[in-house]
């Protein structure tokens, strides 16, 4: 049994936003399928993992529908989608697919998600909704931390840890081969994903 969770806190736009950061229409919260169907986004679910601290606090990425989490070791669940761009077109996937999930060891309250989407901008109130996604209070709400960040489509996050402002992530092949004629890349951030570099000297790609 599913319940969502979020108030949608007033926030503001930001069109002046250089790095695609801003929430876009992320606070309008798309209440996709919530039973089984042919097609439900809550199947499958593409990235699980448990709090380092509390083995009862697990956080689930679904398909196109946010995240899940309980408390309770899995018993009961609540959704969280405020933060997250999605495309807002009915029978579409209303949100990015959420590839990878990491928790800070040091602080299990903040938490990275990788997300995949099609291509599209980085900016503008219906800027692309993939890229990485940074939660400081545990999963409920997000935020895009794209600066750096020229690819939507992000199949991992980790974070390093010994210094958990350290952080990794690495992107899919397919935007980079249609637009850019490259196979991936990796990107590396030493500010918490307050921006991003990326690190690909050695690799068997082309830079």
């Not at 919530?34 to 990425?61: A, C, Q």
């Not at 969280?80 to 949100?95: A, N």
């Not at 990275?112 to 909704?129: M, Q, V």
């Amino acid at each position: 049994d599913f319940h969502d969770n979020n108030d949608s806190p007033e926030q503001s736009y930001d069109e002046s936003d250089p790095c695609g950061n801003a929430l876009g229409n992320g606070d309008e919260i798309v209440f996709g399928q919530e039973t089984l169907t042919e097609w439900n986004p809550d199947n499958p679910f593409r990235s699980l993992t448990i709090h380092p601290k509390n083995p009862y606090v697990i956080l689930i990425g679904t398909e196109a529908n946010g995240f899940v989490k309980s408390v309770d070791g899995g018993e009961t669940w609540n959704r969280y989608r405020y933060g997250l761009r999605h495309s807002g077109h009915s029978g579409e996937h209303f949100y990015p697919e959420v590839y990878g999930l990491c928790f800070s060891e040091s602080n299990p309250d903040i938490i990275y998600a990788a997300t995949t989407s099609g291509p599209g901008p980085l900016t503008g109130p219906d800027g692309g909704d993939g890229g990485v996604y940074k939660s400081t209070d545990g999963g409920e709400n997000w935020f895009a931390i794209n600066n750096g960040i020229n690819n939507l489509s992000i199949s991992s996050v980790v974070v390093n840890p010994r210094n958990p402002k350290i952080l990794y992530a690495s992107a899919t092949s397919e935007h980079l081969l249609q637009h850019l004629n490259r196979q991936g890349t990796i990107y590396k951030s030493i500010d918490g994903g307050d921006s991003w570099v990326e690190v690909n000297n050695g690799l068997a790609w082309p830079s």
